[in-house]
């Protein structure tokens, strides 16, 4: 499903070429290569680990930057749409801030739409939500990369 962006084209791709944020290419490295960060996420899963923004950003041959977070953020966005669509658990929820190990204000918003979660987006309870959604994640992917 394409995600429109008012004002700016109507793929993810396009609005993130009409910022500055990536060039038109989509090739590795893009903040917009929705493959190449999902391949990423799924290998951390398989890892049963979180990476970082910035480390993910690192993976993709950039230093972290705010404007380059929002982006890979809206990638991240895509990917679990398609996700969802085909029974699978959210990816985004592995991609951390690195002091508190948990997910970003934005990822929270949708966490909000998605789990009916209400609390607050640190502590204790936001911990428990994130801890369970990566377990689904890791266990889903584990078990994919087993034969049969």
């Known amino acids: 499903m394409a ?17 500055g944020l ?4 989509q090739g590795p490295g893009s903040l917009a290569n929705v493959a190449q960060v999902r391949a990423l996420l799924i ?6 680990r979180a990476v970082s923004y910035s480390e993910l950003l690192g993976q993709l041959g950039h230093r972290f930057t705010r404007p380059k977070m929002r982006a890979v953020c809206k990638t991240l966005d895509a ?6 669509a085909v029974g699978e658990p959210n990816l985004a929820v592995l991609v951390v801030r690195e002091a508190d190990r948990l997910p970003g ?5 949708g966490a909000r739409e998605a789990y009916g979660y209400q609390g607050e987006w ?3 309870n936001a911990a428990a939500l994130v801890a369970r959604l990566q377990a689904q994640a890791f ?6 990369k087993r034969p049969g």
């Not at 990536?22 to 290419?25: C, Q």
């Not at 290998?43 to 049963?48: I, P, V």
């Not at 204000?105 to 918003?109: F, Y």
């Open 3 to 19: 995600r429109k962006a008012p004002g700016f084209g109507d793929t993810l791709g396009r609005w993130l070429v009409s910022e």
């Open 43 to 48: 290998a951390a899963a398989r890892e049963r």
């Open 122 to 124: 640190t502590g204790p």
């Open 22 to 25: 990536v060039s038109d290419e």
């Open 105 to 109: 204000q934005g990822w929270w918003v």
């Open 79 to 84: 990917i679990d749409s398609a996700g969802v």
């Open 139 to 144: 266990d889903y992917w584990d078990a994919k």
